[in-house]
Structures are given as structure tokens and as C-alpha cells.
């Protein structure tokens, strides 16, 4: 332990009853003061756990934690904790307190005086962009702005240490760059170490210091910059050929499961990383592709040491039982002519008009609280037309809903099958409720236990599932009735990233045989699989078309979004 350490994790072990495997397993690490730092692994990986460990609230059972030298867990664990900030991934916010409120309950709980809070509220208002809602209900908080003021109560104290868990996921890319913002001003400014758990390496990748764990051990610890070096000279740009779909190109390279470790949609490009006895010339000539070297990334980086020991396989690909035939005709699957859903007096979503093609691959994306959700729902027939035109599949959503239901399979952001339920009953359940019976039941559910890797989970209550169990569960129970048009929200949400590509590959494949896949995403990354886009925002559509169309003169999706945006809100705000 040195002088300058925040942290410091000495063989932390953390065991629960039941479960086989430890949760973490003898952690030993050094967290520096006045630090930016980053854990980051997947569902399951002990992210959360570590951090309960670390903020005083999960005693280990082996190990030792010290903050600043002093041990947590002993007679000074109350006055330790008292320099922790704290924001678990469902921050404890009322929402019905307005966010002036939600900020006097939390001065209370730390004791802060009038003249202290009064000067606390102006500066963390201010930096937060909520100055304009203190009267607003936390309630009705967009999903980033409810972040923004978790984060807010979190650094009220003026904490030593700010422990945050997953704080962005479910957040635009505005809000995120908002929040990073934030706690990097923090940093300098209150020489604060903050630790933030999360599963995006873009995020990780602007911090000092990153720790990579996988089933509760860490596989990787050392600055972005030492961790993107393991990718040196294996990283390659491939561009595109005209009248190639950029996810085709992308899953034929990431199905070189013998030459290539990864490949992902880039704007005009696929960023390829070779395994280091890949020869770039041969496979040059293989694809009749150039392969432009570039410097490898933190999450290249990644995944060349993940590579040292955990095997590569190759992705599952869907391939539909009764698979249909990509559709040719051009006809449009969904048709949305100036549609509109208000609740009371606020509209949420206003004369939003657009139309989706047989097989393809539709983009919804907006800032939270752009009308996305209520789009998607009212698409799928989960909410009433308030006016406008909404044809799916062939059927009047407005004259018949539930006929158009039928018609579409339905991935939800948030998990939303039987808990209570085994996986195999959760397929059966939703098999038997689209009319499949005997032995077509039977073979669809075999048959997607099998594509989505569930057979070894088929008797295990949903409830107890690993988050990208889950996932895959709710993408299966959407296919069950071999559905012609697919709807995903946020499908991706907190997964890591060869969780990402798993999900995408199947998407792929499935727009290969002809379903139309609608998806809402957060990461700009994955709009680049789309054929197309619309971005909304404040309930208005505000550019459609293809990646390219869109991203413009933008060096990235992510810019382009954000351009977008905040074009809208500045002419906004002056009409």
C-alpha cells in the first residue's frame, strides 16, 4: 500500500450461500487517490459486488479493505463510510419529491448545514443542467436527468471517494457525455477518486486507471493506454464495397473464427482485429478486401488478452426452422403517417411519420425521453393511437391491435417474462399463447433452447438468471412464433461486448431470411448495422435516413447525434 492510495483490496473474497463459485475471488488491487477509475466485466463478472464491498455495505469473508490506509471493516466503518459517495445501478431517488426535495432529503441525511446546502444546490444544479426543474418530480425526470440527479445527492458531502455503479447504462450518448463531463470536473476539482462500474469500454477508455473482471477475478489491471497497446499492429480498418451492407461484411469476417478474433461496424468501415499469427496479405487475398492499419483500442485490447484464456468460438447464427426467404418486393412492413400519443395535456409523441421495408434493419434513436418507447409501444399495439395512421404487417393497428400483435415478436428493455417460471416454461407459456401446440411446439422450443445456448438452463426459474441469460431468454421468447417482424428495445442495454456481438450476429442472420427487425439502441455503434435511422427528439422525428445519411460530415455516429440534437434544442428554444 502506498501513501497515495484511496483503496487498496488485500485477497478480497466475498462468498453467498448457494452459489458454487465465489462472487469475488481474492481481489487484490491499489486504487490511487484523485483517480478516474473504471471496473469493467460483464453481468455476473462481480462488478456490483465489489462495489457494495468497497463502499462498507458487504463484509468479505476474506481479505482486507482500507480506505486511506484504515481498515473498512472494524470499529471505524461508520466514520469511514462517511467519506464514501454512493450511487447503486437503481439510485434510491423518490419520485414523488421534486428534485429540489430529493436534494434537501439527502443534505438532512448528511447533516449539512443551511449556508452549506444553499451553496451545494447552486453548484451541483448548475454542473447538472437542472437549475430549470427544481420543481419537477424526480418521477418525471428523463432517464438521464434522473441519473444526472442521483449523481447530484451522491456528491452533496463533498465525498472523498464517489463509488458509482453502472450509472450510464440505459443513457443516450448526450446524457453520458454530460455525466462523464461532470465527473471529470469532480476529480480535478475536489481531488476525488471515483471508481465507476461499467460494461462500456468507451467509457472506461477516458479513465486513469481500468480493472477488467471476469467471474470475479481480475484478468486485467493497468492504465487504457498500456491495455490498447496489446492490440498493436492487430488492428485494421476494412472499407466497405459499394452495394455491400456494412453487418454483411461485418459477419462474414467475424465468422473467421480461425484468423480473426473481432469485427465491428464502423462508419464506412469494419474494424477487424486479427489474432497475432493472422498473415494480413493472404487474408487480403482471401476477401479481395484492403486492411488499412489502424492503433488498436482499450476494448481491442481487451479481447487480445481475453483471447490468452478464454477460446474463441464462433457465434451462434439463427438459422429460422421454417425459414422464409428474404423478401424482394420492396413492400413496407410497417407504414406510420403522422402519428401521435398524448398523455393528457403532454404529447409525447408528435406527427411522427416514417415506413419500415420487408428484411430490414430500422433504427428508432433519440435522447431519453425522446418519444422512442411510447413509439415503440404504439407500433407494437401495446398503446392506443391518440391520431394518425399506423398500418403493421398488413393489419390497422388502429382497428385491430391485437390482430397486429400477432404478427410481431417483442424484446422489452427491461425483463419482462415469469420470473417464477422455468426457461422451458416461459417458452411454452408464450408457444402455447400464439397457438402452437404438439409437435410444432415441442421441436420450435427444442429448437431455440438449442440457438440460444439455454438447454443447460432450462430448468432454472428465470428470476435466477445471469443478466445476459435473461437477455437471450427474452430474445427467444420473441422468435417463438417465427415472427415476420421483430421489435428490440434496447436488446443490448449493460451487456458486454462479446454479448453484443452475439446479439447482433443473430440479427443479422434473422434479416438474412426476411424478418424485419425494428431496434431502439443507445449505442451509436450499433446503429451502423442499421439500413436506416430516425432520430427523435421532444416527440418530433428530426433526420431519417441511411448511417451514412445521417453521421453527414460527423467523424462518428456518436457526433452526429449529438450535432443532431442539439441543433434541434437551440432552434427550439428560440421559436
Not at 18 to 30: E, F, M, N, R, W
Amino acid at each position: 500500500m502506498s501513501e497515495l492510495s484511496a483503496i487498496t483490496l488485500e485477497s478480497v473474497s466475498r462468498f453467498e450461500k448457494g452459489v458454487t463459485s465465489p462472487l469475488l475471488k481474492s481481489i487484490t488491487a491499489d486504487l490511487k487517490k484523485g483517480q478516474l477509475i473504471a471496473v469493467v466485466g460483464a453481468d455476473g463478472a462481480g462488478k456490483t459486488t465489489l462495489m457494495r464491498v468497497m463502499a462498507g455495505l458487504l463484509k468479505p469473508q476474506e481479505g482486507a479493505v482500507k480506505l486511506f490506509g484504515e481498515k473498512l471493516y472494524s470499529k471505524e466503518l461508520s466514520r469511514l463510510q462517511t467519506l464514501c459517495g454512493y450511487m447503486p445501478q437503481q439510485f434510491g431517488l423518490y419520485t414523488d419529491l421534486s428534485v429540489k426535495e430529493n436534494l434537501t432529503l439527502y443534505a438532512d441525511l448528511f447533516g449539512l448545514s443551511e449556508a452549506e446546502r444553499k451553496k451545494r444546490f447552486t453548484e451541483l444544479l448548475s454542473i447538472t443542467g437542472l437549475t430549470d426543474f427544481t420543481a419537477r418530480p424526480a418521477g418525471k425526470l428523463s432517464g438521464g436527468m434522473k441519473q444526472k440527479l442521483g449523481l447530484a445527492c451522491a456528491l452533496l458531502n463533498h465525498p472523498k471517494i464517489l463509488l458509482l455503479d453502472e450509472p450510464s447504462v440505459g443513457v443516450d450518448p448526450l446524457s453520458r457525455r454530460e455525466l462523464w463531463s461532470i465527473l471529470k470536473k469532480n476529480v480535478h476539482a475536489e481531488a476525488m477518486t471515483v471508481v465507476v462500474a461499467t460494461t462500456y469500454m468507451d467509457e472506461a477508455a477516458l479513465c486513469d486507471d481500468v480493472l477488467i473482471l471476469e467471474n470475479g477475478e481480475i484478468i486485467l489491471h493497468d492504465s487504457p493506454q498500456a491495455i490498447a497497446a496489446l492490440a498493436t499492429g492487430l488492428a485494421f480498418n476494412v472499407k466497405v464495397p459499394s452495394g455491400t451492407r456494412v453487418r454483411d461484411l461485418q459477419a462474414q469476417l467475424l465468422d473467421d473464427t480461425d484468423y480473426i478474433l473481432d469485427a465491428v461496424p464502423r462508419s464506412g468501415y469494419v474494424r477487424v482485429l486479427l489474432r497475432d499469427y493472422a498473415d494480413r496479405e493472404s487474408l487480403q487475398e482471401k476477401y479481395g478486401l484492403q486492411f488499412e492499419p489502424v492503433a488498436g483500442g482499450l476494448e481491442e485490447g481487451y479481447l487480445v488478452n481475453r483471447a490468452k484464456t478464454v477460446p474463441r468460438h464462433p457465434y451462434s447464427v439463427i438459422a429460422q426452422s421454417s425459414a422464409r426467404l428474404p423478401n424482394t418486393s420492396n413492400e413496407s412492413v410497417v407504414i406510420a403517417k403522422d402519428l401521435v400519443r398524448r398523455f393528457g395535456s403532454f404529447t409525447a409523441v408528435d406527427r411522427t411519420s416514417f415506413d419500415v421495408k420487408a428484411g430490414e434493419i430500422f433504427g428508432l434513436l433519440g435522447p431519453n425521453g425522446a418519444g422512442k418507447t411510447t413509439t415503440f409501444k404504439m407500433l407494437c399495439g401495446l398503446l392506443k393511437v391518440t391520431s394518425g395512421e399506423l398500418e403493421v404487417a398488413g393489419v390497422n393497428v388502429l382497428d385491430s391491435r391485437e390482430e397486429a400483435r400477432e404478427q410481431l415478436g417483442y424484446m422489452s428493455q427491461k425483463f419482462a417474462l415469469y420470473g417464477d417460471l422455468s426457461v422451458s416454461e416461459n417458452l411454452d407459456f408464450f408457444a402455447s399463447a400464439y397457438g402452437l401446440a404438439g409437435q410444432e411446439k415441442a421441436q420450435r422450443i427444442d429448437f431455440l433452447l438449442n440457438e440460444f445456448e439455454l438447454m443447460s438452463f432450462s430448468a432454472a426459474q428465470a428470476k435466477t438468471l445471469p443478466g445476459g441469460i435473461k437477455q437471450r431468454l427474452a430474445m427467444a421468447v420473441a422468435l417463438i412464433h417465427n415472427p415476420k417482424l421483430l421489435f428490440l428495445d434496447e436488446p443490448t442495454s449493460g451487456a458486454d461486448v462479446p454479448t453484443r456481438r452475439q446479439f447482433w450476429r443473430w440479427m443479422t442472420a434473422l434479416s438474412q431470411t426476411g424478418t424485419t427487425i425494428i431496434v431502439t439502441t443507445h449505442f451509436m455503434e450499433e446503429a451502423l448495422y442499421c439500413d436506416r435511422l430516425l432520430i427523435q427528439d421532444g416527440g418530433l422525428p428530426l433526420i431519417m435516413g441511411s448511417p451514412a445519411e445521417v453521421r453527414g460530415q460527423s467523424l462518428s455516429m456518436d457526433e452526429a447525434f449529438i450535432r443532431v440534437v442539439k441543433e434541434f434544442r437551440a432552434q427550439r428554444s428560440q421559436s
